[in-house]
């Protein structure tokens, strides 16, 4: 499975963004897809997945009504829309699968990932 993200930018702070992450390969064994972001001196952290076949979704809590994850099987694309943005969404954002049939927020816990994509909210 090989995964490629884009559609970062830079953003005023109260824009928006979408992210795509066009998924390639033996999409059949995938269960969901993720989106994680990395801030310069920070840990990776999970912001929001959405399960491949059934649309059930999961999000941090500091993006809840803010970002929304969708995908589209006919294109085998993961998309995150990003609204109100704040200059602390600034970061690289990556998608990710995962095999194993449930959905979680734990980093390691995926099992392919792509390159990121640079986003940045000015202030």
């Known amino acids: 499975v090989q995964l490629q993200a884009s559609g970062g930018g830079l953003v005023q702070a109260g824009g928006s963004l979408r992210l795509s992450c066009v998924v390639s390969g033996r999409t059949l064994d995938m269960y969901s897809v993720g989106w994680f972001r990395q801030a310069p001196g920070k840990e990776r952290e999970f912001v929001a997945s959405?399960?491949?076949?059934?649309?059930?979704?999961s999000y941090v809590d500091s993006v809840k009504g803010r970002f929304s994850i969708s995908r589209d099987n006919a294109k085998n694309t993961v998309y995150l829309q990003m609204n109100s943005l704040k200059p602390e969404d600034t970061a690289v954002y990556y998608c990710?699968?995962?095999?194993?049939?449930?959905?979680?927020?734990?980093?390691?816990?995926?099992?392919?990932w792509g390159h990121g994509t640079q986003v940045t909210v000015s202030s």
């Open positions: 959405v399960r491949w076949s059934g649309g059930t979704t």
């Open positions: 990710a699968a995962r095999k194993q049939p449930t959905l979680t927020m734990a980093t390691v816990q995926y099992d392919y």
